[in-house]
Every structure is written in structure tokens, then in C-alpha cells.
């Protein structure tokens, strides 16, 4: 008989209880006896780099796009009704997102846990799929697609990761594009459905406030008749190619738009990824954030503004860092940006990689933690897009405290020797 394992956070004063259902589906149940909100997340590993594996020694190639497709169809059940109102009647909120390798369905609700995490549960497996509902969902997607390329900060960030992933999924919308998604089959939807939507390729989150052993006796009971057929499923392996130097695109902005992308490798097997990324948002905020002297130095000069940010993503295939800001010198501050990370390199007496302004840094994101695990939403959130096999968000008080200046200082510097770069800029029309 499945039974939950507990797992103690001392350092933040929370427990995780955890389980593998016998059909395959993980089991997470973060009790908060002090929310009085609770929250269900359903997530299956398919996302848009998944429309090219191998099945039981069959090679499938689908559509970009179909994970996002996927999603939205789920939504509608076979006698029209989407099932967003179903929650609404049940007192839940809901909604759903795509993302490069999951799709997540989650709810929130004050009082009607069990009845939504029922629905929750149920209505992923149902595919009640016709042409006509396809055609007039793809009608919809394209009017997002377009509503997306219209947006000037999304078009920045994508054009980045089409340089850096070119010919890859990366480098496209996780949408698809118009094109893909005009080809979209219902047949194509059911065989996706049939491999990924399988308890074995699925993680069941529950957070709130609720007593652990009913909630996973409710989840027993509601997975009994859902059965996990073997397969042998080989996801591709993402493909590195050149990445494209510089590339510029003309829109209806004010200011041109500037977005720096760097491309690191591929994270050994084995290696933490959460401890990984932590390291180099430690060490990025340390040359590049609001608390370094160069930051300061160039808002202070008024060559930057708010909009100055950067994002760093780290999975097990691929990591990279994008520097976006709007300027009106767009090749002048790429010049000066990239001319300060080569120096980062090279100088080892830079004032702010020290061990003060390493500390300083440090307490931030453990500030940052802590006011994440004050929201439901945001916990979730963060818990789900930080999932391994080996450790869980709730590590990261743990992580950081383990990590080192010398360690940091290493990673970060490993990280821009190793890593290949590129230029997207937006130009005003």
C-alpha cells in the first residue's frame, strides 16, 4: 500500500510529504495550516521542445506548437462547456500555462478543495475532440500568436533565443506559429495525449490548508481507475547550433529595444540545476544588479533606466542569460555591456565581486524566498518550475547557505568563458 514519506525543512519550518501512486503519478502535499487559500497544480512533462521523441522505437515529429494546442483543447469538454466554469461554480479560480518542457493546470480555492482537485484530476484525461472544435480553436491560437508577435518586450525576447537556439523549439513561439498550427490534426492532439497525459508523465501538487492523510486518500481514491500503459519514450536531445551573432527587427516602439543573449552549455549529468541557477543570479546580481556599482553607475550617467533587467533559465539541456534595456544607443551600450563582461573575465579586483557585496546579495534572494512562500500562488509556482527527481524548491535556503563566494565566483565565471553570445535589437519604425 502507497504511503506518504515526510521530508523536514528545520531551516524554514516547513514539511513536504511525498508519494508515487502505483499507476506512476508524484505525489506532493505542502499542508499551510495559516492560508486560508489552497491550491492544486496538475503538471504533465510535455512542453513545446516535445514534438519530436521516440516511442517504443518509433521516431514521431508533430507540430510546434501541439503541447499549447493540447492545453487549450483540454479545456473544453465534449458537450461544449469549458470546464474553467465548472471550477467557477465549485469556487475555484483556474487556469492553465505551457511551457518549454510542462504544461500545468492549477486551481485556488478558500473552501471547496476536494470537489476541485476531483475536477482537476478528471477532466486532463477526456479528450472530446472534433474538426470543427480544432478549427475554431486554431482561429483562437493564431489570434494569440498575433497578439503575442505584437508585443514588443515578448518580440525581444524571442528574437534572443531564436539567435541563440536557431533551428530548435527554442527558437520558436511556445504557441507554434501560424503556419504549424493551421496543420494540427485531431489525430495528432489524441496521439500526444495517449503518450504524455499518462499518470507516469504526471506530478499532482497540492499546498494549503488541509489534512494531508485525507487529501492523499482522496487522491488514491480518484486515481484508482486511471491505469499507466508502458512505453519506452526517448525525448530528443536539443541540438546546438552556431549561434546567430546579431540581428535586428524594425516595430512600432519609442526607443529601440536591446537584448543581449548568452548561450552556456549543457549542464553535466548529475548536476543540480537549482544549485546552478542560484549560483549565477547570485553572481550576475553581483556585476550586473541594482546593488552593484556599475549599475548604479550607468543609471546614475542615465544610460540606463528601470527597464534594465536580466533573466537567467537553467535546465539540464540548455541555460542561458538575457540582458534586455530600452536605449537609444543600442549598438553603443551593447559595445559597453559586453566590453564589461569581457572585463569581468579577465579581473580578478573588481569591486563588486567581493565577499561583502556577496553576502549582501545572498540575503536578498534568501529575502526573495521567504516572501515567495508567502503567497500561494507564487510557492506553487516557483515549487513546480524548480522539480527534480533529486530536490525541490523548498531546498533553497539550504542551497544557499552552501554555497560559497569562490564557488559562486567559479560558476559565473565558467559560465561567460563557456558561453557563446548574441545581439537582438528592436528598432523604432
Same mark, same amino acid.
Given at each position: 500500500?502507497?504511503?506518504l514519506?515526510? $521530508? ?10 511525498t ?7 508524484k505525489?506532493?502535499l ?12 496538475l ?8 514534438? !519530436?521523441?521516440t516511442?517504443?522505437?518509433s521516431? $514521431? ?22 470546464? *474553467?466554469e465548472?471550477?467557477?461554480n ?16 492549477y ?6 478543495l ?6 482537476l ?13 480544432i ?10 500568436i ?8 515578448y518580440?525581444? +525576447? /524571442? ?7 536557431p ?7 511556445? @504557441?507554434?506559429?501560424?503556419?504549424s498550427i ?6 495528432d ?5 495517449d503518450?504524455?497525459? *499518462?499518470?507516469?508523465?504526471?506530478t499532482l501538487?497540492v499546498v494549503?490548508?488541509?489534512? %494531508?492523510?485525507?487529501?492523499?486518500? /482522496?487522491?488514491k481514491e480518484?486515481?484508482k481507475? $486511471? ?19 546579431k540581428? @535586428?527587427v ?5 526607443q529601440?529595444?536591446?537584448a ?10 548529475? @548536476? ?5 541557477e542560484?549560483?549565477?543570479r ?10 552593484? %556599482?556599475?549599475y548604479q ?7 540606463i ?13 540548455f ?12 549598438i ?7 566590453? +564589461?563582461?569581457? !572585463?569581468?573575465?579577465?579581473s ?5 565581486l ?7 546579495? $545572498? %540575503? ?13 500562488d507564487?510557492? *506553487? ?5 524548480h ?15 552552501t554555497?560559497?563566494?569562490e564557488?559562486?565566483?567559479k560558476?559565473?565565471i ?16
Amino acid at each position: 500500500m502507497t504511503k506518504l514519506v515526510e $521530508k523536514v525543512f528545520p531551516e524554514i519550518g516547513e514539511n513536504l510529504y511525498t508519494a508515487v501512486l502505483e499507476n506512476g503519478l508524484k505525489v506532493f502535499l505542502i499542508p499551510k495550516t495559516d492560508f486560508q487559500e489552497s491550491c492544486g497544480m496538475l503538471v504533465v512533462n510535455f512542453g513545446s521542445l516535445d514534438n !519530436k521523441f521516440t516511442i517504443d522505437e518509433s521516431v $514521431k515529429v508533430y507540430e510546434e506548437g501541439i503541447a499549447h494546442f493540447l492545453e487549450h483543447k483540454l479545456f473544453e469538454l465534449e458537450n461544449g462547456q469549458d470546464v *474553467s466554469e465548472l471550477f467557477t461554480n465549485a469556487g475555484a479560480n483556474s487556469n492553465a500555462f505551457t511551457t518549454f518542457d510542462k504544461t500545468c493546470f492549477y486551481f485556488s480555492t478558500v473552501d471547496h478543495l476536494k470537489e476541485n482537485l476531483d475536477l482537476l484530476q478528471h477532466f486532463v484525461a477526456d479528450t472530446a475532440f472534433t474538426e470543427e472544435s480544432i478549427e475554431r480553436e486554431k482561429s483562437i491560437i493564431e489570434q494569440e500568436i498575433d497578439m503575442y508577435q505584437d508585443d514588443a518586450d515578448y518580440r525581444l +525576447y /524571442q528574437g534572443v533565443l531564436e539567435n541563440l537556439y536557431p533551428k530548435t523549439a527554442l527558437a520558436r513561439d511556445i @504557441a507554434g506559429t501560424q503556419e504549424s498550427i493551421a496543420r494540427i490534426s485531431v489525430e495528432d492532439l489524441k496521439e500526444n495525449h495517449d503518450v504524455f497525459y *499518462s499518470p507516469r508523465e504526471m506530478t499532482l501538487l497540492v499546498v494549503g490548508n488541509f489534512d %494531508k492523510d485525507d487529501i492523499f486518500n /482522496q487522491i488514491k481514491e480518484s486515481q484508482k481507475d $486511471k491505469s499507466c500503459v508502458s512505453h519506452d519514450l526517448d525525448r530528443q536531445e536539443l541540438i546546438y547550433e552556431p549561434v546567430v551573432p546579431k540581428t @535586428a527587427v524594425q516595430m512600432e516602439v519609442n526607443q529601440p529595444k536591446l537584448a543581449i543573449g548568452l548561450r552556456g552549455p549543457a549542464l553535466v549529468e548529475g @548536476a543540480s540545476t537549482l544549485r546552478q541557477e542560484l549560483s549565477l543570479r547570485i553572481f550576475f546580481a553581483m556585476i550586473l544588479g541594482w546593488t552593484s %556599482k556599475r549599475y548604479q553607475e550607468l543609471y546614475e550617467s542615465g544610460q540606463i533606466d528601470d527597464s534594465f533587467d536580466f533573466e537567467i533559465e537553467v535546465y539540464q539541456q540548455f541555460q542561458f542569460l538575457v540582458i534586455s534595456l530600452d536605449t537609444s544607443v543600442p549598438i553603443a551600450m551593447a559595445t559597453n555591456i559586453r566590453q +564589461y563582461l569581457d !572585463k569581468v573575465v579577465m579581473s580578478d579586483d573588481l569591486d563588486d565581486l567581493s565577499e561583502e557585496h556577496f553576502e549582501i546579495v $545572498k %540575503k536578498e534572494l534568501y529575502g526573495d524566498f521567504f516572501k515567495s512562500m508567502d503567497s500561494i500562488d507564487n510557492m *506553487s509556482t516557483q515549487f513546480i518550475n524548480h522539480l527534480s527527481d533529486d530536490e525541490t524548491y523548498l531546498a533553497v535556503p539550504k542551497i544557499l547557505r552552501t554555497l560559497s563566494f569562490e564557488e559562486v565566483l567559479k560558476t559565473g565565471i565558467d559560465f561567460l568563458t563557456q558561453s557563446d553570445a548574441t545581439e537582438f535589437t528592436i528598432l523604432p519604425k
